[in-house]
């Protein structure tokens, strides 16, 4: 096996394998597990950066092993495989760290560092899935090592929520899997190809595609929380903060959003899709989505679920730009792949702060929290403004090209949605920076601890202030070469052949 | 001339656990030791015949050299390699389980050292035997040893249970001789080459066929002639449970599979029908009672009921093509060491708490990570979710079903799957909170929990690695694929 074929799997080895170990280490080799875990993290970043600058020359990465018979197991690395592992890599340097802070003195550590790895091990081999089959493999291990991550509090309440988002994952990998395994009876392949591989069927089958599209979409939209299968992402909120930030915000949800690319782009062929008259509903169903999220998370006091409901709405962008049917709508809904990621993880990090650091949990407990913690509320507040899609932040760059994007489709509707939606998210964000910034404090926070000069500790803090910088670098640069947005440009030119 | 070797190690394979049962019965304090060695020893001998088995195809021997009409065949293919060594990991595993198991009850380690002895020597014979009459030898064999294993417990529960499994393995047994009875009377012979080449369809070879399966199916404990083992299997103590739920009722199903294979295939599609339709309803009715347990043995008992079903849905679906055999005696073989790494996992939690009540496991996930670990792992086969033997079974179940349109099986193959999910979760779930009151917490020997989690381990790395048992498997086309027949 040359390196080149080695690759993908060395990617998926530096998170496994630190997992691994992790899980025997006895609970108070804290620093022996937190090297492991940067390692492992910097390892792997370096790998798909070595990744990176060969694809950008034309190198494709593949891996195959051979599974079962007529199914192999395949790992293939082009420019929308790496757009996912690059965020995911990335984010996960970003949350170990933070998680090493958080989780600081609290049990079970190894248990949850270990499931952690397997989480980020799941994540970036379903991005680097070559076939659907193997696509399928890894979504569900990824519901399997999260599940404890949920409960890891051992609450009654943490319980029930991981209940919930089992009977919800379980069942939409259930579908996939019914999905794929007919798709295969039919087509006898399950490997992605660029503009799909089932618009050849004979035209009796249409009937038979349409009820797998709708079988898959439905399977991955458990993890995409399209509305109304989203009813276990505010609930999987009791989880610790690392987990609220990097999983339920990014590598789940997208989870669900990078297979619908997959299967539109890569199974269907995007003009299959529209010819069998399922991409409107499709768009239709992340409308709703848009519009439900926001209007719930409006009415929630609860920050983490409020800003659960907001995910709920946002990664519906992604769906919505694939859903389009247009070249730049697509760059659009890909690049809020990494865009909402970012700008979500940072407010999530900011929410772990104030409850890690004050005990703050609501809204309504919020006032005055910007004097007593600048830098976490100036993170939070450059990502709620990106979330709006204020100029130049990343936010602006997403929504902006969906809605020339959904012009030049003909789809003036979105338009409409895409301001409704940001009247909505800035009715939601906008109370929460008034009143940190401009209220006076009701009292002593619910339960402060103390960090000496500093408003919390380091670890805590430098994860939000980076990404929030990433926030406002990948809006000002937007065009700057391997920024999101020209790698998005990138896949629609080389993967989607678009002009 | 079948070809001759230096070593029978078929024989061997049956002669080694009878002589240990024999040791162990004659000098019970010697017993676990010298148990554990011919343990090992079997288990090497079971890979050594792999090895001649891959090397040299299809092993035929007649014992004392008297040939088929006469004398005793013993016969070797791939499937019933495969059962060996599904038998002898697991065997070697509960071997050493059971030694640490009954270190503080030295009296019913002496009961039990003879009869799994003896019951692994039936499982030997019962897959080599190559004609009915032995078969129905090792079966009785097989169903008195296991009766007695699910004695050594005690107790009245043990007890009761244990009686009543009596009484359906001798009703199941007799069932089966008659049949033979019939077929000999029909064909002349037991020889089970003989008698497919001279069977033809009757009203005589019907009712043998139906009593043959009827007996078996009950041994098998398919739905609705399950009522036997939820207690006997539950109430036993965690190495026999493991035994019983892992290995004895997967022999009857063999013999069910390799009879209908040889003898019945071309008789009947209806009945195939009938075989699926009883297997769904195990895995529904199984899975609905495993959720509603409230002891973990129980549990684990009625998902034993419930993957039981799931291997007759392999019937009705074996009709276009070999996938559905595949995924069946997939299960078949991964389903045992999970089933075997369930049993054992929950011995470690009731031994821990001295209770196996689910709702009041308290803390487990931390207290013993290493049994809770093994719990989920064998859960994945069971659920049937990737990677796990259990979701490569389920794969080939679902393309058979799917790729002819046959619905319902499907649907019966998802729905087991999202219950069975329930009622494992429903475990790991409690596994993690804290119980209310104060409990006792005893420790559990490291080696026991390790025990359950390289079985557990087992069922998952049968996910990973396929090529290997298929290949094995082909040995001599026991299912009949190239057309040529076994």
């Known amino acids: 096996m040359s390196l080149n074929q080695a690759l993908p799997l060395l990617v998926l080895a530096s998170s496994l394998l630190p997992g691994l170990l992790i899980f025997t280490l006895p609970e108070e080799r804290h620093l022996t597990r937190s090297v492991l875990n940067l390692a492992g993290a910097l390892i792997k970043l370096a790998l798909v950066m070595w990744m990176l600058w060969g694809v950008y020359n034309q190198q494709i990465y593949e891996a195959r092993l051979p599974f079962i018979p007529g199914l192999e197991l395949v790992f293939r690395v082009g420019p929308l495989a790496l757009f996912f592992v690059i965020l995911s890599s990335g984010l996960w340097l970003f949350t170990t760290v933070y998680a090493i802070g958080y989780l600081e003195g609290s049990p079970n550590r190894s248990r949850f560092f270990g499931f952690f790895s397997l989480c980020v091990t799941s994540t ?3 991005a680097m899935a070559g076939s659907l089959f193997t696509f399928l493999l890894f979504y569900e291990m990824l519901t399997l090592t999260t599940y404890p991550l949920v409960v890891h509090r051992g609450s009654e309440a943490a319980r029930r929520a991981g209940r919930s988002y089992l009977a919800y994952t379980v069942s939409g990998g259930a579908l996939l899997l019914v999905g794929a395994v007919w798709l295969y009876s039919l087509t006898g392949t399950l490997e992605f190809v660029p503009r799909g591989f089932v618009a050849g069927l004979d035209a009796s089958q249409r009937p038979a595609l349409v009820a797998i599209f709708v079988l898959l979409i439905a399977g991955l939209g458990v993890k995409a929380a399209l509305v109304p299968l989203h009813g276990w992402l ?5 989880a610790p903060a690392p987990v609220s930030a990097l999983l339920h915000a990014v590598a789940v949800v997208k989870a669900g959003a990078f297979g619908i690319v997959r299967v539109v782009y890569e199974v269907y062929g995007v003009e299959f899709t529209s010819e069998l008259g399922v991409a409107y509903p499709l768009a239709g169903l992340a409308a709703v989505t848009i519009l439900y999220g926001s209007l719930r998370a409006l009415f929630q006091d609860d920050l983490k679920r409020r800003l659960a409901f907001s995910t709920v709405s946002q990664v519906s962008y992604v769906t919505l730009g694939v859903a389009i049917v247009g070249p730049i709508a697509t760059i659009g809904g890909l ?5 909402q990621g970012v700008m979500k993880i940072t407010l999530f990090f900011c929410a772990g702060n104030m409850a890690e650091t004050l005990g703050v949990h609501k809204v309504s407990e919020m006032n005055g929290i910007g004097r007593r913690m600048p830098w976490t509320m100036a993170a939070f507040t450059v990502a709620a403004f990106g979330m709006i899609g204020l ?11 969906l809605s020339v994007g959904a012009l ?15 009247l909505l998210n800035a009715a939601y964000f906008l109370p929460i920076l008034h009143v940190a910034w401009f209220r006076q404090p009701d009292g002593p926070w619910p339960q402060e601890r103390d960090f000496g000069p500093r408003e919390t500790a380091w670890t805590l803090l430098l994860p939000p202030l980076v990404t929030a910088a990433v926030t406002v670098a990948i809006g000002l640069f937007a065009v700057a070469p391997f920024t999101p947005l020209e790698w998005a440009k990138l896949i629609s030119t080389r993967e989607f052949g678009s002009p | 001339v079948p070809p001759v070797h230096a070593l029978h190690w078929d024989v061997v394979l049956i002669l080694l656990p009878l002589a240990g049962a024999m040791l162990a019965f004659l000098f019970p304090r010697a017993g676990k030791r010298l148990a554990l060695a011919i343990a090992v020893a079997t288990t090497a001998v079971a890979f050594a015949l792999a090895r001649v088995l891959i090397d040299d195809g299809v092993q035929l021997h007649q014992v004392g050299g008297w040939a088929a009409p006469l004398g005793i065949a013993l016969r070797t293919d791939g499937l019933s390699m495969l059962m060996l060594l599904m038998t002898a990991v697991v065997g070697l595993g509960l071997s050493f389980y059971a030694l640490v198991w009954f270190r503080d009850e ?11 002895l003896l019951l692994w020597t039936a499982l030997n014979a019962l897959f080599l035997s190559a004609d009915l009459f032995n078969l129905y030898v090792t079966l009785e064999l097989l169903g008195l040893s296991a009766v007695g294993l699910a004695a050594v417990a005690g107790g009245p529960a043990a007890y009761g249970a244990a009686m009543r499994y009596l009484l359906v393995s001798l009703l199941g047994s007799m069932l089966y001789l008659l049949g033979i009875a019939l077929l000999y009377h029909l064909c002349g012979s037991v020889d089970i080459a003989l008698v497919a080449q001279r069977l033809s369809p009757s009203p005589a070879a019907w009712m043998a066929l139906a009593l043959i399966v009827t007996g078996l199916l009950l041994k098998t404990a ?14 036993a103590g965690a190495p026999v449970s493991a035994v019983l739920s892992g290995l004895v009722v997967k022999a009857t199903f063999y013999l069910l599979l390799r009879l209908w294979l040889e003898l019945f295939d071309s008789f009947t599609p209806q009945l195939d029908t009938l075989l699926g339709l009883l297997g769904a309803a195990a895995v529904l009715w199984g899975s609905l009672q495993a959720l509603r347990q409230s002891r973990l043995k129980m549990l684990i008992a009625y998902s034993t009921v419930a993957q039981l079903g799931y291997l007759f849905l392999a019937f009705p679906l074996a009709a276009a093509g070999v996938n559905a055999w595949h995924g069946a005696l997939y299960l078949v073989l991964s389903h045992a060491p999970a089933k075997a790494a369930m049993f054992l996992a929950a011995g470690n939690l009731r031994r821990h708490a ?4 689910i709702a009041e496991l308290d803390l487990v996930a931390q207290r013993l990570p290493l049994s809770v670990a093994a719990f989920a792992l064998a859960g994945m086969t069971v659920m049937g979710l990737p990677p796990s033997g259990g979701f490569i079974a389920k794969w080939w179940l679902l393309e058979a079903a799917l790729g002819q349109g046959m619905w319902l099986w499907a649907l019966v193959l998802v729905l087991g799957g999202l219950m069975s999910a329930a009622y494992v979760f429903k475990v790991v779930g409690f596994a993690f909170t804290r119980a209310r009151g104060e409990h006792t917490a005893c420790a559990v020997p490291l080696s026991m929990q390790w025990v359950a989690l390289l079985l557990a381990l087992g069922s998952v790395l049968l996910g990973l690695i396929v090529w290997p048992p298929l290949a094995l498997l082909a040995v001599g086309d026991p299912l009949g694929l190239t057309g040529a027949g076994p």
């Open chain 1, 124 to 126: 970036v081999g379903l």
């Open chain 1, 234 to 238: 505010p609930r999987a909120m009791v």
């Open chain 1, 335 to 339: 690049v809020h792949l990494v865009h």
């Open chain 1, 391 to 401: 100029p130049p932040l990343a936010g602006f760059v997403s929504k902006w090209y």
């Open chain 1, 408 to 422: 030049e489709a003909g789809q003036d509707w979105v338009v409409l949605l895409l301001v409704l939606s940001s």
């Open chain 2, 106 to 116: 030295p009296d019913r380690g002496e009961r039990f050292w003879p009869l799994w």
């Open chain 2, 222 to 235: 398919l739905f609705p002639l399950h009522f036997w083992l939820p207690p006997a299997h539950a109430n």
């Open chain 2, 354 to 357: 001295g209770h196996d009540r």
